[in-house]
């Protein structure tokens, strides 16, 4: 969200707080691990669902309280200093782990992936329980619903494989993937349904690439792919088009056929970019056009055209072929 340009075009106050408030809860919606939002006096303003499970706290008795009062006293000074690194340096996000005080009394250890957003000075936090888990980098670098690395893994592989790619004369792809029509089949067959889509989806793409690594799912149905080739020789546009026939294939839940896409925008790096950040950013704008252009297509960053899926999708079907809900719908 541009606040500044929002203001310049005449948005008041109220309306930006709304546009906070619908872009929180959507972040918080789509989130399967303990997700938390938290002002820059530490008071928690939003929780989702999770928490209630692993802490037996639930999002309303949350609410309203100070993140301090749920922090092992000999934690809090280091993870202060660990929210405040985020508001006065350059970086983006940060991950750290302290005892969580339950509800039962007890304390579990949580790992914490933490964004801060200067336009809404609030911290965005997603949560993992590592109280029973032996392998704690593995479950802080990958994601709890498809197993596959997280966005924090791509925070900390992608300047390594820039530099890597430049040293070489590579280039490194990086595909921007959001779905098509899942938010419809989301909301058609439930979170359950929703949920066996994207474990799916997670399969076929890391069968698309080189590297079990080069697949990662960063938050909600959107995913990135990376992958490395000499510069004479790289086929970005080749594995696009595999990715979105490969997403294209029908998928059944429950005995109900069902179709999603996938809109791709891709940027090569060092061509189009030589920092993770203006790649991510160059990516998901070339994303965006893809979706504006009628979805299910690939762009590559600074090409103006489209290329087209090679099917157009059907939707949700019951077993009979009848169609329950139109997967093309806007998301």
């Known amino acids: 969200m541009n606040v500044k ?33 938290v002002d820059m006096d530490g008071c928690i303003l939003a929780a989702n669902a999770t928490w209630h499970r692993a802490s037996g706290h639930g999002a309303e008795q949350l609410r309203g309280q100070y993140l301090l009062e749920y922090m092992d006293f ?18 983006a996000t940060t991950t750290f782990d302290f005892r969580f005080l339950c509800a039962d009394g007890n304390y579990k250890r949580f790992n ?10 609030v911290f965005y936090c997603i949560v ?37 790619a430049t040293e ?25 349904a929703g949920d066996m889509l994207l474990q799916t989806v997670a399969e076929r793409l890391s069968l698309c690439v080189s590297r079990p690594n080069s697949c990662i799912r960063i938050g909600g149905d959107e995913f990135v792919l990376l992958e490395t080739w000499p510069c004479s020789c790289h ?33 090569l790096a060092p061509h189009h970019a030589d920092s ?15 979706k504006k252009g009628g979805k299910n297509r690939f762009i590559v960053s ?22 329950l809900a139109a997967a093309t719908a806007e998301l």
């Open 5 to 37: 340009e929002l203001l310049e075009d005449g948005a008041d106050g109220t309306y930006i707080a709304h546009l906070f408030q619908i872009e929180r809860y959507a972040w918080m919606a789509l989130s399967y691990d303990m997700a938390l939002a």
């Open 74 to 91: 000999a934690d809090r000074e280091r993870v202060l200093a660990q929210f405040q690194s985020l508001i006065t340096s350059d970086t």
């Open 112 to 121: 914490w992936n933490m964004l801060y957003s200067p336009d809404s000075e």
């Open 128 to 164: 993992k329980d590592l109280s029973d888990v032996h392998d704690l980098r593995h479950a802080a670098y990958h994601d709890t619903l498809t197993g596959l690395p997280n966005r924090l893994f791509l925070t900390d592989a992608l300047p390594r494989l820039i530099a890597g």
């Open 168 to 192: 070489h004369h590579h280039i490194l792809s990086l595909f921007f993937i959001d779905l098509d029509g899942f938010k419809q089949v989301n909301d058609t067959l439930g979170h359950q």
């Open 235 to 267: 086929e970005a546009e080749r594995l696009a088009t595999e990715v979105i026939e490969s997403v294209n294939r029908p998928i059944s839940l429950g005995g109900i056929e069902t179709h999603v896409g996938a809109s791709i925008g891709i940027a």
């Open 276 to 290: 993770p950040a203006a790649l991510l950013e160059l990516a998901d704008q070339a994303m965006y056009r893809a």
């Open 302 to 323: 600074g090409q103006t055209n489209t290329c087209d899926a090679p099917q157009e999708l059907d939707g949700v079907e019951d077993a009979e072929g009848h169609p």
